[in-house]
């Protein structure tokens, strides 16, 4: 089955962008990023910026951050993926990423949720973009929590 991504979340005052790889299916059946309430990214994100992201609804989740100047999109453009696991992604499409600097002029920061994600990492960085790969949002990743939430402070507290 053929996956979209859905348009980027960003503006003139973005500053860090969060890339993930492609909507999961509860996503697109939301038609919102991080749909799945098994995926922890509203959790991580809200305790590392000190804000219940899980607790708003969707459009206040997207108010706090382009308020605190982040935003989102997806590596991929489109891919055909049968469920919902990164592993399982083919045929894939990258996103445009030459339209960041007219988008997003005020971009320093790229962070990649997750490693299919940050596999390509490399391209945004010869943009000259700062580039981070972080440990995956996947509730499928809670075993290294701790780690994880260290990895998401690090690049949000400063």
Same mark, same amino acid.
């Given at each position: 089955?053929?996956?979209?991504?859905?348009?980027?979340?960003? $503006?003139?005052?973005?500053k860090i962008?969060?890339?993930? !790889?492609?909507?999961? +299916? *509860?996503?697109? @059946?939301?038609q919102? %990023? %991080?749909?799945?309430?098994?995926? +922890?990214?509203?959790?991580?994100?809200?305790q590392?910026?000190?804000?219940?992201?899980q607790?708003m $609804? %969707? +459009?206040r989740?997207? /108010?706090? =951050?382009?308020h605190?100047?982040?935003?989102?999109?997806?590596?991929f453009?489109?891919?055909?993926r049968?469920?919902?696991? +990164?592993?399982?992604?083919e !045929?894939? /499409? =990258?996103? $445009?990423?030459?339209e =960041?600097?007219? =988008?997003?002029? /005020?971009? @320093?920061?790229?962070?990649?949720?997750?490693?299919?994600?940050? /596999?390509? &990492?490399?391209?945004?960085?010869?943009?000259? %973009? *700062?580039?981070?790969?972080?440990?995956?949002? #996947?509730g499928?990743?809670? @075993?290294f #929590?701790?780690?994880?939430?260290? *990895?998401? &402070?690090?690049?949000?507290?400063?």
């Amino acid at each position: 089955m053929i996956k979209r991504c859905f348009p980027p979340v960003l $503006d003139k005052n973005t500053k860090i962008l969060i890339l993930g !790889s492609l909507p999961s +299916d *509860e996503s697109i @059946r939301k038609q919102q %990023y %991080y749909g799945n309430p098994g995926n +922890d990214f509203w959790r991580l994100l809200g305790q590392v910026l000190g804000e219940d992201l899980q607790g708003m $609804d %969707y +459009d206040r989740r997207l /108010e706090v =951050l382009r308020h605190k100047s982040i935003g989102l999109w997806d590596v991929f453009k489109a891919g055909i993926r049968e469920g919902s696991l +990164d592993a399982g992604i083919e !045929s894939e /499409e =990258l996103n $445009d990423f030459s339209e =960041l600097k007219i =988008l997003a002029p /005020e971009l @320093r920061l790229v962070c990649f949720n997750g490693k299919k994600a940050g /596999e390509y &990492e490399s391209l945004i960085r010869k943009m000259g %973009y *700062e580039t981070k790969v972080l440990p995956s949002s #996947s509730g499928a990743n809670r @075993r290294f #929590s701790e780690k994880r939430i260290m *990895e998401w &402070e690090s690049i949000f507290k400063h």
